[in-house]
Nanobody
Framework: QVQLVESGGGLVEAGGSLSLSCAAS????????AGWFRQAPGKEREFVAA????????YYADSLKGRYAISRDIAKHTVSLQMNSLKPEDTAVYYC???????????????WGQGTQVTVSS
């Protein structure tokens, strides 16, 4: 079983930046894709970004390109999400997840963290 734990969320002023981290433990697979999703109050969970673990290829939601950057540390089994120029609309619980294939659909992901709250003021 794989456990995923997010960290780095918090309160930030509009225009600011935050960096989220996701630590994986337990049984891990190098062929997995690591992804980030977010869910705002009253809304469905939406795709943010993903990265293939071996090749490091990245994928982003079109609306977030240029502001968000995903990366991974293979040795530490961690994946990060750098968020810049944050807007109030970015307020949500952010989740990291793992999938066997590249996908923007939450249902395709096998493992999930508990989420970390990101709140953007003003």
């Amino acid at each position: 079983q794989v456990q995923l734990v997010e960290s780095g969320g918090g309160l930030v002023e509009a225009g600011g930046s935050l960096s989220l981290s996701c630590a994986a433990s337990g049984r891990t697979f190098s062929s997995y894709v690591a992804g980030w999703f977010r869910q705002a109050p009253g809304k469905e969970r939406e795709f943010v970004a993903a990265i293939s673990w071996i090749g490091g290829r990245t994928y982003y939601a079109d609306s977030l390109k240029g502001r968000y950057a995903i990366s991974r540390d293979i040795a530490k089994h961690t994946v990060s999400l750098q968020m810049n120029s944050l807007k109030p609309e970015d307020t949500a619980v952010y989740y990291c997840a793992a999938s066997r294939i590249i996908s923007t659909t939450p249902h395709e992901y096998d493992y999930w963290g508990q989420g970390t709250q990101v709140t953007v003021s003003s």
